[in-house]
């Protein structure tokens, strides 16, 4: 299917090209491969993107090369008029293009390096050690809690036991509480086992429950939404201003950790390169 595919594109592009050539004909253009010009500068066949018109009619085809190519001379008068006005800051402009060209080369460059050298395994030592020394940069800037969430229905014997265990964040406890939610047939809409923070608590509970939850005055709550009967222990708060624990910002802690790897391994570089082309004689400042 692929072969095929290709050869209806080489067809189509045979066409299109004779196309071209009938209508330069008509209009007296010397070069059937002439799609637009400004000038001296053309648009020719060969500029456009590779397999632009790919996968659509002769028809639409056509109405886009008229779109590119009337877009393409739009831009090029446009261009042309700015330089012609604009002729007394054209050392300044150009300055500011070859700028903006060597910055992309470099940012090029060190992305291929950087993919190519950049050491992306963060072990939990690495983590706990960043964390350790810069615990000053994980503050929070809101409450997070451990909860345990369980919605029930109905008054069933494992629903009963449940307001009894959902009061306890022990281990055994909550290894209880797990048995009975399996055996009522109920998914626990969140575990004490995690660290959420209030928008995480918003997405997953109803809005009531989330007004009583954000403003936690007690550890355990017993909220009715319609039918549903919602179990709620707030086995751990942290409020905002507090030391972010480790569980919580992990992510960010191994994101930082590689920032600075990154910033590492793109200085080595740099400086390898300058070592290089002082000692090969290649570069040299001769402001002493």
Not at 29 to 57: I, K, T, Y
Not at 165 to 175: G, R, T, V
Not at 212 to 233: F, H, M, Q, T
Request: proline share 3%; charged share 25%; net charge negative.
């Amino acid at each position: 299917m692929r072969g095929l595919g290709a050869f209806v594109f080489l067809v189509l592009w045979a066409w299109l090209l004779l196309w071209l050539y009938g209508c330069n004909l008509a209009t007296g253009a010397n070069d059937d491969h002439v799609l637009a010009s400004v000038g001296a500068v053309q648009l020719r066949v060969e500029d456009l993107p590779v397999g632009m018109a790919e996968g659509l009619s002769p028809k639409d085809s056509l109405a886009m090369l008229k779109r590119y190519a009337d877009a393409w001379l739009r831009r090029q008068l446009l261009y042309q008029r700015a330089a012609s006005k604009l002729a007394g800051r054209i050392t300044a402009i150009e300055q500011q293009v070859e700028d903006y060209r060597m910055g992309l080369y470099i940012y090029e460059y060190e992305r291929v390096y950087e993919a190519m050298h950049l050491d992306t395994l963060v072990r939990l030592g690495e983590i706990d050690t960043f964390y350790q020394e810069n615990r000053e940069m994980f503050v929070l800037r809101e409450p997070i809690a451990r909860c345990l969430i369980v919605p029930t229905v109905g008054n069933g014997d494992a629903v009963q036991e449940l307001k009894q265990a959902y009061k306890h964040c022990d281990y055994e406890q909550l290894q209880h509480i797990t048995t009975l939610t399996m055996e009522a047939n109920i998914v626990p809409l969140a575990l004490p086992d995690t660290w959420l923070s209030l928008q995480d608590l918003k997405a997953k509970v109803p809005e009531e429950v989330y007004q009583v939850l954000k403003d936690c005055r007690a550890r355990s709550y017993e909220i009715p939404v319609g039918e549903v009967l919602y179990l709620v222990n707030a086995c751990q708060w942290k409020r905002a201003g507090a030391s972010a624990p480790l569980e919580f910002c992990q992510g960010e802690v191994r994101q930082l950790v590689l920032n600075r790897r990154k910033v590492e391994l793109l200085r080595a570089l740099e400086m390898e390169v300058v070592q290089e082309g002082v000692e090969t004689g290649r570069a040299r400042v001769w402001v002493e």
